[in-house]
């Protein structure tokens, strides 16, 4: 037994089965992309030496994550900001073109859908409240195509009412996910904070807040159900990371890639999130060249290589708002300009060639022998990448530290002297050295 297990590992698909197998343990449930089913298929046939049944397990594994439709819808009764968070959820400003309609009265009556411009595969839907229609129960359900949606958000601004419960009733006898969201707590908090100062405490508010949802649950039969407490102005704070970490937790692996792609970078975790899916992405994509055979190392990129990773820059510059139109409107919040603002980033400025006599593949070439001068060679885990893995890595390792940056904006633009400038090329230059001395 013991020297079957030898003999595998000598092999190089046992070698690369091992390789799959460690990386994959590095990210928790909610941020990995492929089943459990599927990694067990892919290590076996490396282990048998199957690379062609390898190779097509892969691609139909980045096809699917790739291709997956995801279909959200969000409920709940006029007056809940349920447009509001679908607008928040979609990153869009409440008076930008194309977002939903927010406002005093219901200005839902029919099943809308929302789009990211971004992210095509992945439509939210604002339903009018099942209250705020003449449908009966059924006929509602059957109006709205309840069968079509991958999970369902009931929103409410104070306690959810019987029609509410009835709702998600027959949504679970359809076997489908739901979610209870409690909206407009930073009104709550406001309005409190304001009229009793003497005896105000945040947390205590929040918690009877979250235990009067549940008492009233309860009293309806549904037990042991969450309760998500969130402003839809302020993503970041209350439980949308909470709410966003169980959504993820509760999809099919295969979508959560684009959900998390989908959703805004408002914490430190949901950019490192889509850095851990973006990672396996590279990951698959470098394990399916080493099973093909396809990765010769050679001592330069290909013209094929370098637009390549001309595209997977802006792609990853798009997925953590750092595309030159993002950043036009961050620019324009803070009162600077657009150069002053990616002066102090370095993902814009990757791909530009500062020597005349340079090609940005040698600039490439240039900064991959640092990286392998740090990482100790052109070897992963035991799985020989080529350049251009290394490359996709970096990038996105960069484009991350700059979205972490812009989180910051706010306190570091606080006033456009050059002392903030100079804080900033600081701390770049800070993350750069904490990340150099992990690598190695």
């Known amino acids: 037994m013991g020297q079957s297990t030898s003999t595998t590992s000598d092999t ?3 070698r690369l089965a091992l390789s799959f197998d460690k990386f994959l343990k590095n990210f928790k449930l909610e941020s990995t992309i492929v089943s459990q089913d599927t990694v067990r298929k892919i290590q076996s046939h490396l282990e048998e030496g199957d690379l062609q049944s390898t190779v097509s397990t892969i691609n139909k594994v980045l096809r699917d994550i790739d291709s997956a439709p995801l279909n959200i819808a969000v409920t709940g009764e006029s007056g809940t900001g349920k447009s509001s968070f679908i607008n928040a959820l979609r990153g869009v400003g409440q008076e ?3 977002a939903a309609e927010t406002g005093p009265v219901e200005t839902t009556v029919v099943r809308t859908p929302y789009k990211h411009k971004k992210f095509p595969n992945v439509t939210l839907w604002d339903l009018p409240g099942m209250g705020t229609t003449k449908f009966q129960a059924h006929r509602y359900l059957q109006e709205m195509k309840f069968g079509d949606y991958d999970f369902f958000i009931i929103v409410s601004a104070t306690r959810f009412k019987d029609t509410e419960v009835h709702l998600a009733t027959a949504i ?3 076997k489908k996910n739901f979610y209870f969201v409690r909206t407009k707590v930073d009104s709550d908090v406001y309005n409190q904070r304001v009229s009793k100062p003497s005896i105000f405490n945040k947390d205590e508010l929040l918690q009877k807040l979250r235990d009067d949802c549940v008492t ?8 042991n159900i969450p309760i998500f407490l969130v402003s839809s102005f302020e993503l970041a704070s209350y439980d ?5 970490t169980t959504l993820l937790k509760e999809l099919p692996a295969h979508k959560r890639h684009i959900f998390m792609q989908y959703l805004p970078n408002v914490t430190e975790a949901a950019i490192d999130r889509k850095r851990d899916s973006l990672k396996q992405k590279v990951w698959l994509e470098a394990l399916k060249a080493g099973a093909s055979a396809t990765i010769p190392l050679v001592g330069y990129l290909s013209e094929n290589d370098v637009e390549t990773l001309k595209e997977t820059l802006t792609l990853y510059r798009s997925y953590f708002g750092l595309d030159d139109a993002s950043l036009e409107t961050v620019a324009k919040d803070l009162h600077v300009s657009v150069e002053k603002l990616k002066a102090n980033l370095m993902s814009p400025h990757l791909l530009s060639v500062e020597k005349d006599d340079e090609s940005l593949g040698d600039k490439l070439l240039r900064c991959l022998e640092k990286i392998c001068s740090i990482s100790g060679g052109l070897i992963a885990t035991g799985l020989y990448f080529r350049k251009i893995f290394y490359l996709q890595n970096y990038f996105l390792d960069t484009v991350v530290r700059d979205a972490k940056l812009l989180l910051k904006k706010e306190e570091i633009f606080k006033d456009s002297e050059g002392s903030e400038q100079t804080y900033m090329h600081q701390e770049v230059r800070d993350e750069n050295g904490k990340s150099e001395a992990s690598s190695s």
């Open 240 to 244: 949308f990371q909470r709410l966003e």
């Open 96 to 98: 930008e073109e194309g």
């Open 216 to 223: 009233h649950l309860k009293n309806a039969n549904m037990r």
């Open 12 to 14: 190089d698909g046992g």
């Open 172 to 174: 679970r006898k359809m």
